[in-house]
């Protein structure tokens, strides 16, 4: 079957660095999404890998590394808005997105 | 701004009636959206794949009587949940893909049937 885990809660400290780690397991590989869903909102777009490697959007960055099934999304500076859950998908071989369970992440002054 | 308008983003119902929820495109073309479910505390939950001028295509275990999909157009689909029930509340989300790198989400409905 398919699968994406990631871990169900973290709790940070504000203006530290935190690693979401996602590991997954997909018939296919078409692309690594994370997500920012606050409680009672719409998850929102932060990040696309498909090749391995990192790219960096400002405080977020997320690495992949294809061969090991395995992505990571960096939080630098963290600030108390950060306070969220983060979700790893994957698209598979037909395209479709797959989606871990979320982390919630929780940032402490 | 947002590139997916859903709307309503709040509804209340009584058990027994219908309530549309409307999915929009608003600045490219979606030939597909994708309706999602979720419940507090976990995560997106597949419903079904709406297909602009075809049938929607269910996830097993949705009922498609009672989930109604429509995609009259390139830029609408709508959601109809017929004969609601207390247990169909919930947060239903729906999103559109623009290519195969970008996938945008609507603001989300919050349907609660009394």
């Known amino acids: 079957g398919q699968n994406i885990d990631q871990p169900t809660e973290m709790t940070a400290t504000e203006g530290a660095i935190v690693q979401i780690n996602c590991t997954y397991q997909?018939?296919?590989?078409?692309?690594l999404f994370w997500y920012q869903q606050h409680a009672g909102e719409a998850p929102t777009f932060l990040s696309y890998?498909?090749l391995d490697g990192l790219e960096e959007k400002g405080r977020f960055s997320s690495f992949l590394s294809r061969s090991k099934g395995y992505s990571y999304l960096l939080l630098k500076e963290l600030q108390m808005k950060d306070s969220a859950s983060y979700l790893c998908a994957v698209k598979d071989s037909n395209y479709q997105l797959i989606w871990g369970a979320g982390t919630k992440l929780i940032i402490k002054p | 701004g947002a590139v997916v308008s859903q709307h309503p983003s709040r509804v209340i119902c009584k058990s027994g009636t219908s309530v549309k929820i409307e999915c929009r495109s608003l600045d490219f073309q979606a030939t597909t959206m994708f309706w999602y479910r979720q419940f507090p505390k976990q995560s997106l939950m597949l419903m079904a794949t709406?297909?602009?001028?075809?049938?929607?295509?269910?996830e097993q275990g949705v009922e498609k009587d009672k989930f109604l999909i429509n995609h009259a157009s390139l830029t609408l689909s709508t959601l109809t949940v017929t004969s609601a029930h207390p247990e169909d509340s919930s947060f239903y989300i729906c999103?559109?893909?623009?290519?195969?790198?970008?996938?945008?989400f609507g603001q989300g409905t919050r349907l609660t049937v009394v």
């Open positions: 890998n498909v």
């Open positions: 709406s297909n602009e001028g075809s049938k929607a295509t269910y």
């Open positions: 999103s559109a893909e623009r290519g195969d790198t970008e996938a945008f």
């Open positions: 997909t018939s296919g590989f078409n692309g």
